[in-house]
């Protein structure tokens, strides 16, 4: 006898809900002002962080420009909850199977958020270290 949980009526959603990439976008936007803050300064820092950056940029670029083109170009309506609270309580289908949304939701922004709050202590260990 399988003990796992039955939930009838749940939403399922194989897409993220937008605020799901607001986050993402924010976290990298932290990492960023971040690196800016502990390591700008210095002529050779500053070139390797607008590098830095621009790597930052792009990923996030490419993935948003490519997402626009696919709901441009594909023929069925976006699944897409209409609230936050719908869309965390349901389910999200990995293609492997399905996961509660709030458990999908934490693997996802979870490794962006450690590298955001890591880079931020970098940052506060350096300037208060006089480094």
């Given at each position: 006898?399988?003990?796992?949980?039955?939930?009838?009526?749940?939403?399922?959603?194989?897409?993220?809900?937008?605020?799901?990439?607001?986050?993402?976008?924010?976290?990298?936007?932290?990492?960023?002002?971040s690196?800016?803050?502990?390591?700008?300064?210095?002529?050779?820092?500053?070139?390797?962080?607008?590098?830095?950056?621009?790597?930052?940029?792009?990923?996030?670029?490419?993935?948003?420009?490519?997402?626009?083109?696919?709901?441009?170009?594909h023929?069925?309506?976006?699944?897409?909850?209409?609230?936050?609270?719908?869309?965390?309580?349901?389910?999200?289908?990995?293609?492997?199977?399905?996961?509660?949304?709030?458990?999908?939701?934490?693997?996802?922004?979870?490794?962006?958020?450690?590298?955001?709050?890591?880079?931020?202590g970098?940052?506060?260990?350096?300037?208060?270290?006089?480094?």
């Amino acid at each position: 006898m399988s003990k796992e949980r039955v939930y009838h009526n749940r939403y399922v959603s194989d897409g993220l809900h937008p605020y799901v990439y607001r986050a993402m976008i924010g976290l990298v936007v932290w990492y960023a002002l971040s690196a800016w803050a502990g390591f700008g300064g210095g002529s050779y820092a500053n070139y390797l962080l607008v590098v830095m950056t621009g790597f930052l940029i792009i990923s996030v670029a490419l993935p948003a420009i490519a997402g626009r083109l696919w709901l441009r170009h594909h023929h069925r309506e976006p699944a897409t909850a209409s609230n936050f609270e719908d869309w965390i309580a349901g389910e999200f289908d990995t293609g492997e199977g399905r996961m509660d949304a709030k458990t999908a939701l934490i693997e996802i922004l979870l490794p962006l958020a450690a590298v955001a709050f890591g880079m931020t202590g970098f940052a506060i260990v350096t300037r208060l270290g006089g480094g």
